[in-house]
Every structure is written in C-alpha cells, then in structure tokens.
C-alpha cells in the first residue's frame, strides 16, 4: 500500500514527517477505505491515515499526536468488526499497523512465539508448519490476513479454545507502546526486557499486562506479544454430528466439553450455514426433515490407535446422552459429507476458514458475541434466535464451549444490504434487541463495539466504573488513544 502525499495545512501534518514518504495521506478518495467496516456502522471519514513500517516510526508517530494532543486509532488490516476502529470524529489519526509484521522468535522449546501486530493468520501459520514437529496455535475462524496480535487482546477465540479458553489466556509477556511515546515490559519480559525467548507468562508478577487486554487500544498501542504454541497432533480427524433440534446439539456439546482433552475442538453452527455455503442467501426457511444443527468434533493423537480409541470413547458418551436424555444424534465423517455436498470442503481443512462469511452478495455482516454460562445456551439460542426471525433475519449461529465447559460462546451473524440505510437501521435495532435478551440469560459481548457498550454500562459496578476510568486518565492523561471506545462519561 503506497500513498501519494496530499498536503493538508494543519498540525495532524506533523504526523507525515514520521512515516516514510508516500505512507501518510489526507486524499480522500483513500481515506474512505478506512472510513468503514464490514458491519451497519455508519462511516466516518479519518483526517489521515500513516502506515509506519517499524516500531521506531511508530513511537515517533505517537510522541507527536501526545505532544500535539492529536487523537489516534491503532488499526491493522481494517478487518475490525462494529466500528473498533472507525472514526468518531473527523479529526483522528488511523495508524495502520499492518506493515510492522515481524515474527520477534519462535522458542521451539518451550513453545512460544513473540509477533509484531501485522503478523497475520496465514503467515504465523506457515512459519510454525515448517518446523518439526509443527507447533500450532489456537486459529479462528476469521480472515487469515487479519492480525493475529489483534484477536488476542481484544479476548477472541479459535481452535483450541475448548481446552484452553480465550486467545487472551494464551498471552504471556507483552511490550506496549504507552501514550507518552515510552515502553513498557509485561509479564516475564519486565524481568527480561531483552530477551523475548524468555516471556513465558505474565505470572509471577503484578498482571500490569490486563492493563492492554479489552481495552480496545485505549491505554497504548502493543508492539510485541509472546503467544503459546502447542504441539500439533500427527494424525487428526474431524467429524460431524447432526441434530433435528439446536437444544439437543448444544446440551450434547456441553457434556462432551467436560471430557478435557478428549476433544481437540467442538463447535456447532445452526441450519442457515448450510444454505450459505451452497450460495443460497435469499428464501430460505427450514423444511421437514432438514436438522437444525451440525457440530463438528475434531479429535487427535499420535497414532492410528489412539484416534480410533478416541472416536469410540466419543460415540460410548454420546450413546450415554441419547439412553438418558433420548436425544437422536446422527454421525457423519467429513470425507462422506463432501462426496455428497464438494461445497462442504471447507470444514475439512484445519484451521477451517468460511469465505462466506466476506464474500456474499449482501456487502454486510454484522455479528453479536457473547460469552457466558454453558448452563444457559439453550435458553439463549430460544430467545435470541426468536428475536431475529421475528425480524426477517435467517437465525444464523455459531456456539462453543470453552476452557472445559467453564463458559460457552454465542455468535449470531445477520448479512445485510450494507448500501441500504433501512436496512442498516433494522440489523442495528435487531443487535441492539439481541445484546439486551444475552445480558438478560448471563452473557456478556466480547468485542464489544461502541453502540452495545452503552448497554453494559448500564449494569456495570461502579467501582469498576470508576477504575477504568481512572487508568485511563493515568495511561492517557491528554485523551488521544481510540476516543470515545469504552467512552465512561
């Protein structure tokens, strides 16, 4: 990406003498690209955007938007979902951090690897295949060129997160960029600074890391991040299980998820999936016979044995829930589900990616993530996904349980005529209804964009309140970090 210099007279000006010539721009023709995202949010045009290729350049960058009191947005790749990182008011900077891109290390050894914030999905994934034996890392299901630093600190989810819990739980020792323009060191990396093969956790110290993990970029910007890797199975086999009612497969998911590392990944998506990856996006109902959920299991070991033995101890405790629940499961391999639908070939590569969550003929994609109690999921698919079919909206879902069934996620995703601006209105009223009936059933939104943060500050506890509020005005005393996302006022 290379832009050609549009000056502008005006003290956001000072930002260009930061960044290499042709990587800061006023043009607004470019400027759109970043006025947006993929979701109902309303863009909003940014002053400028700068794309520094080092941390050098960024730390210049952000002295002068401290000393000047010019407000910034970390960005990277621009694949932020519910306006994270979209304008809030015509002055702020972008600072694309897409091409500050390098793997730090990766410690074989003990397992981890310390990234800069453009390392992507499909570039951490390469580097960690060639090594042996592999390491892998927990991979969502998101674009693979989105940024892999991003997912962690904003408390995403992948493959591993059955055993293992939220990306954020598999960060260790950090360093961050703070507003003033000065670093600093987190977890193991502020015993050794100099040394990111050893930032293992953030224990034993103080967790000053917690300070940049969900705060939306608000307290500082993080330039290095140390990741736990984890020694990928030698043989892996993916499944499917077929329910005729969603409750049935979200209560069998839930009591499979107590079996720690039986499984390596669980995850259930409702019916109109099955439509989208045949390309149908229009009329669709679900007709007699149809199952209203499929869920996939992944299982994985070192030998042929061991898989084998996994499958059956999988199927003994499914048998077990349909004798005592009278539950109907019905199995399917991956291989015989792609000889009958070759559409379906996506499920059968790990990570699995869905394309057709981005290329759709609609142009929109919104979402509501919530985590919460795995006690609760059946209750809130009912009530949520009465919610947007009342309001014309096909109910699309994905759910998970996470870290052994101490807590579930639930994703309901609606396409939407994004050049529509009734059409916008209506997806946004059916999130607003959605967040509302979730935070009713214990769940609480993950990514949380600006317009559903309002709503949890309605039951928030004061003295949390009052807490962020105050590190907040510590970290970034003249307010030029990512204005008005987790706005306390």
Not at 104 to 121: F, L
Request: charged share 25%; net charge neutral; glycine share 8%.
């Amino acid at each position: 990406m290379y832009f050609e210099m549009n000056t502008a007279v005006n003290s956001i000006e000072k930002i260009a003498g930061c960044v290499k010539k042709g990587y800061f721009t006023t043009d607004p023709e470019i400027l759109k690209y970043y006025s947006e995202d993929f979701t109902e949010e309303e863009p909003r045009m940014p002053s400028a955007v700068a794309i520094p290729d080092s941390i050098e350049e960024l730390r210049s960058l952000v002295q002068v938007a401290y000393e000047n009191s010019i407000p910034i947005i970390p960005a990277c790749f621009m694949t932020n979902m519910g306006g994270l990182c979209n304008p809030s008011s015509v002055q702020e900077v972008i600072v694309e951090l897409s091409r500050i891109n390098r793997i730090e290390c990766i410690n074989e050894k003990d397992m981890i690897a310390v990234i800069q914030p453009g390392v992507t999905w499909a570039g951490l994934a390469h580097e960690l295949n060639r090594l042996r034996p592999p390491l892998g890392f927990s991979y969502p299901l998101a674009p693979v060129y989105s940024s892999v630093l991003a997912c962690c600190i904003l408390d995403g989810l992948g493959s591993l997160s059955l055993n293992h819990g939220t990306l954020s739980e598999l960060v260790g020792g950090m360093e961050v960029l703070l507003p003033d323009g000065s670093f600093v060191k987190t977890g193991m990396g502020a015993i050794f600074p100099s040394n990111p093969n050893f930032w293992l956790t953030r224990a034993p110290l103080p967790d000053i890391g917690g300070l940049f993990i969900g705060w939306q970029g608000t307290t500082g910007i993080v330039t290095k991040l140390s990741i736990q890797l984890w020694e990928k199975p030698e043989l892996k086999k993916r499944f499917f299980l077929l329910f005729e009612k969603a409750e049935d497969g979200i209560e069998t998911l839930s009591s499979l998820s107590r079996h720690f590392g039986l499984c390596e990944d669980l995850a259930g998506i409702s019916w109109p999936a099955s439509r989208y990856l045949f390309g149908i996006f229009d009329k669709m109902k679900l007709t007699s016979g149809d199952y209203e959920f499929f869920a996939y299991v992944d299982i994985g070991g070192k030998s042929h044995e061991e898989i084998m033995w996994k499958e059956r101890e999988v199927g003994i405790k499914i048998s077990h829930i349909e004798k005592t629940s009278k539950r109907k499961t019905t199995k399917v391999n991956i291989e015989d589900l792609i000889k009958i639908a070759p559409s379906l070939k996506p499920f059968s590569v790990q990570p699995t990616t869905l394309n057709f969550l981005i290329n759709h003929p609609y142009g929109g994609i919104t979402w509501v993530g919530a985590y919460g109690p795995v006690s609760k999921l059946s209750e809130g698919v009912k009530e949520v996904t009465g919610i947007m079919e009342k309001a014309g909206f096909p109910p699309f879902f994905v759910s998970r349980p996470m870290k052994g069934g101490h807590f579930s996620v639930l994703r309901f995703i609606s396409f939407f005529k994004k050049n529509d601006a009734d059409e916008r209105k209506r997806v946004r009223n059916l999130n607003m209804e959605i967040v509302e009936k979730l935070l009713d059933s214990g769940f609480v939104p993950y990514k949380t964009p600006p317009w559903a943060w309002s709503k949890l500050l309605e039951k928030m506890d004061e003295g949390a309140k009052n807490l962020m509020k105050k590190v907040r005005e510590i970290l970034d005393p003249h307010g030029i970090m990512n204005q008005n996302k987790l706005a306390l006022k």
